[in-house]
């Protein structure tokens, strides 16, 4: 007679229990990968490709001093704009008036400093404020008035360029000369200051990491093993310092002027990717947000807000959309009545989809646009360095974003297949 006691099934939340070594959280990446979850991978190795294939077409210009800190003051404006419709994205919804709502506010700040008198930091308040309001509008009119956001953030986008045009004045320019907002794309930080700051920033997320990781040791809770959150920090710090190194170089073509440091609207980027890596990753409103995305009538069933986690999204994005205004002005000395408009917001909802955001909602990280923001300026870098027409950046760029949304389709097809 067997005295063997029967083993009781797993309760549901006993794998959050489990303890893993190295070789079983690769093993679980690596199923979750074939299963269709594939983050940031296609970004990275995009990026990986992009530098191999311009360093070897442009060697003596690509991965220049002076062209790698051009790379990242390019790519501020539509990474700063792509971050915001990450949280639009998100819900699977979509903000087409972005980009132009970004031009009504670095135009009513450029108006609030040259005709008005107004210091740069009440200017910079009042057109995040103006951004906040347009998002309002639009939230409410989805989520309230239950209009779809492409006809809302459509008309929006007409709309909002007669107010550009109104501020400004047809075919004028307003010139951006206040010598704080200028520095954020065309100044750079002093050099010991951008060491410092990439050493706590080093510190600080080692820290973060491993006291996470002994929290959820002491709990008892699934975590990743020290050894791969080692790594991970290891790398982090890597490529933070080396940056710093590169862009502490002096860069000036003549011997006779000194230019170094890192770009003021760097660290700008480096604050807003944390603030929004924290608030989805760290808080409750995060967690409604990727609920409401992944299913909203669930999440409402289960007492989440949707309506105004809906409005929410659009305020975050056009408020993000003044900053990345602000900036966009400061890049080239002036706000002009077509700012905002053009590419800038199919350049943005590139940048957010090639860096992983899913199309479909409730996938998607803040560092998504900081990786298809620098894809997208590595394409257009490169190219300009190698003299290719216009037309061909379009298509490019076109394909580049079609081959995003092409593996979001079949990741989506895949998770679904495999009950994920």
């Given at each position: 007679m067997s005295t063997d006691i029967p083993r009781l099934a797993d309760a549901d939340f006993a794998a959050d229990r489990r303890q893993l070594d190295?070789?079983?959280?690769?093993?679980?990446?690596?199923?979750?990968?074939?299963?269709?979850?594939?983050?940031?991978?296609?970004a990275i190795l995009a990026l990986a490709f992009l530098v191999v294939l311009f360093t070897g077409l442009r060697p003596e210009?690509?991965?220049?001093?002076?062209?790698?800190?051009?790379l990242f003051t390019q790519a501020l404006p539509v990474t700063i704009l792509a971050m915001g419709l990450v949280f639009v994205l998100l819900l699977g919804e979509i903000d087409l008036s972005a980009g132009v709502a970004s031009g009504v506010c670095g135009a009513v700040m450029a108006k609030l400093i040259v005709d008005s008198g107004q210091p740069w930091y009440v200017a910079v308040i009042a057109a995040i404020a103006v951004g906040v309001v347009i998002?309002?509008?639009?939230?409410?009119?989805?989520?309230?008035?239950?209009?779809?956001?492409?006809?809302?953030?459509?008309?929006?986008?007409?709309?909002l360029q007669g107010i550009t045009l109104k501020l400004i004045g047809k075919g004028g320019t307003v010139p951006v000369r206040d010598d704080v907002i200028v520095a954020l794309a065309n100044k750079n930080m002093p050099i010991w200051l951008g060491w410092t700051l990439a050493v706590v920033v080093s510190l600080g997320y080692a820290g973060s990491q491993l006291w996470r990781w002994d929290r959820q040791r002491r709990r008892g809770l699934h975590g990743k093993p020290v050894q791969l959150v080692a790594a991970r920090?290891?790398?982090?710090?890597?490529?933070?310092?080396?940056?710093?190194?590169?862009?502490?170089?002096?860069?000036?073509?003549?011997?006779?002027?000194?230019?170094?440091?890192?770009?003021?609207?760097?660290?700008?980027?480096?604050?807003?990717?944390?603030?929004?890596?924290?608030?989805?990753?760290?808080?409750?409103?995060?967690?409604?947000?990727?609920?409401?995305g992944g299913n909203a009538e669930a999440a409402r069933r289960a007492g989440i807000n949707v309506t105004r986690i809906r409005m929410s999204v659009f305020m975050i994005a056009s408020g993000l959309a003044a900053v990345s205004g602000i900036v966009a002005a400061s890049r080239l000395n002036s706000v002009a009545t077509d700012s905002g408009a053009g590419n800038t917001l199919l350049y943005a909802v590139g940048a957010a989809v090639i860096g992983g955001t899913s199309l479909f909602g409730g996938r998607g990280r803040a560092?998504?646009?900081?990786?298809?923001?620098?894809?997208?300026?590595?394409?257009?870098?490169?190219?300009?360095?190698?003299?290719?027409?216009?037309?061909?950046?379009?298509?490019?760029?076109?394909?580049?974003?079609?081959?995003?949304?092409?593996?979001?389709?079949?990741?989506r097809r895949r998770r679904s297949a495999t009950g994920r």
């Amino acid at each position: 007679m067997s005295t063997d006691i029967p083993r009781l099934a797993d309760a549901d939340f006993a794998a959050d229990r489990r303890q893993l070594d190295v070789r079983s959280a690769v093993s679980d990446y690596w199923a979750r990968v074939r299963a269709g979850e594939l983050g940031a991978i296609p970004a990275i190795l995009a990026l990986a490709f992009l530098v191999v294939l311009f360093t070897g077409l442009r060697p003596e210009t690509f991965l220049s001093k002076g062209n790698v800190a051009n790379l990242f003051t390019q790519a501020l404006p539509v990474t700063i704009l792509a971050m915001g419709l990450v949280f639009v994205l998100l819900l699977g919804e979509i903000d087409l008036s972005a980009g132009v709502a970004s031009g009504v506010c670095g135009a009513v700040m450029a108006k609030l400093i040259v005709d008005s008198g107004q210091p740069w930091y009440v200017a910079v308040i009042a057109a995040i404020a103006v951004g906040v309001v347009i998002g309002t509008a639009i939230g409410w009119l989805v989520s309230v008035i239950r209009i779809p956001s492409f006809v809302v953030t459509l008309a929006l986008f007409l709309g909002l360029q007669g107010i550009t045009l109104k501020l400004i004045g047809k075919g004028g320019t307003v010139p951006v000369r206040d010598d704080v907002i200028v520095a954020l794309a065309n100044k750079n930080m002093p050099i010991w200051l951008g060491w410092t700051l990439a050493v706590v920033v080093s510190l600080g997320y080692a820290g973060s990491q491993l006291w996470r990781w002994d929290r959820q040791r002491r709990r008892g809770l699934h975590g990743k093993p020290v050894q791969l959150v080692a790594a991970r920090v290891l790398v982090v710090a890597v490529i933070l310092l080396f940056g710093t190194f590169v862009l502490s170089l002096d860069r000036a073509p003549s011997p006779l002027v000194t230019l170094a440091g890192i770009p003021w609207g760097v660290p700008l980027v480096a604050v807003l990717l944390i603030i929004a890596t924290f608030v989805l990753d760290r808080t409750a409103y995060g967690r409604h947000l990727y609920a409401v995305g992944g299913n909203a009538e669930a999440a409402r069933r289960a007492g989440i807000n949707v309506t105004r986690i809906r409005m929410s999204v659009f305020m975050i994005a056009s408020g993000l959309a003044a900053v990345s205004g602000i900036v966009a002005a400061s890049r080239l000395n002036s706000v002009a009545t077509d700012s905002g408009a053009g590419n800038t917001l199919l350049y943005a909802v590139g940048a957010a989809v090639i860096g992983g955001t899913s199309l479909f909602g409730g996938r998607g990280r803040a560092r998504d646009a900081i990786l298809g923001g620098l894809v997208i300026a590595i394409i257009d870098n490169g190219l300009g360095l190698l003299g290719v027409d216009a037309y061909a950046n379009f298509l490019i760029t076109g394909g580049v974003l079609l081959l995003a949304a092409g593996i979001d389709a079949l990741s989506r097809r895949r998770r679904s297949a495999t009950g994920r």
